[in-house]
């Protein structure tokens, strides 16, 4: 068994901020590797973090940020909350509510989450998913379990949380989200948003006039 130092708690600290006694654990739990226990606190944090997420806090503070492109044809409008202004004025939540409007600039998601996209868009979808794969010689059974993997591109398509980060696609914007709720120490939520497309509105009213 790997004898776990100061030195290495000490640079398992620098490395992740952690207090020394999770450090220590951390190092003892994974036989003295460094990566591994970095890996082990960060799971552990999200962990944490997802029962912040879950916890029924009230979140009525937060900040309404804008995005609006450099050529003035595409922005956005965000509502990101959190528990108290004093974590909205902070940096880090400032940065993640700007992110998440150049990220649905880019990425144009319809839905923040899964459940709010429609049940009948999603049968729809899945259905068309298992007649391809059918139509690919996949036998029924197996039809239905390609439907279903394909049924999660078709959400990170669409639902905002799903999305690969556009500054960084190892991570999704939950992932994104739960790595922010653990800098904070606070709930946080995305609530809604508006993405505007100069000139999307009137081509849809001529479309309705026809």
């Not at 995005?67 to 400032?94: I, M, P, Q, S």
């Not at 669409?158 to 120490?185: R, W, Y």
Request: glycine content about 6%; charged content about 30%; overall charge negative.
């Amino acid at each position: 068994m790997t004898v776990i130092t100061a030195q290495m708690v000490k640079e398992l600290r620098e490395a992740t901020g952690a207090g020394p006694k999770d450090c220590k654990t951390a190092l003892e739990t994974n036989d003295g590797d460094l990566q591994k226990a970095i890996n082990f606190l960060r799971e552990k944090g999200l962990a944490k973090a997802a029962k912040k997420l879950g916890a029924g806090r009230a979140m009525r503070e937060g900040l309404i940020e804008t995005y609006v492109h450099f050529n003035k044809r595409l922005g956005v409008l965000v509502e990101v909350n959190c528990e108290t202004d004093f974590v909205a004025a902070t940096d880090a939540f400032k940065t993640f509510t700007r992110d998440v409007a150049m990220h649905i600039a880019n990425s144009a998601p319809e839905y923040i989450n899964r459940d709010e996209v429609p049940e009948a868009v999603v049968q729809a979808e899945r259905d068309l998913q298992v007649r391809r794969a059918v139509e690919e010689g996949k036998p029924a059974a197996v039809a239905e379990k390609v439907a279903e993997g394909r049924m999660n591109k078709f959400f990170e398509e669409i639902v905002l949380m799903d999305q690969p980060f556009i500054k960084d696609d190892s991570k999704t914007i939950a992932q994104l989200l739960q790595e922010v709720v653990i800098d904070i120490g606070e709930s946080i939520k995305i609530s809604r948003f508006s993405r505007f497309v100069l000139g999307e509105a009137a081509g849809a009213e001529s479309q309705e006039a026809e």
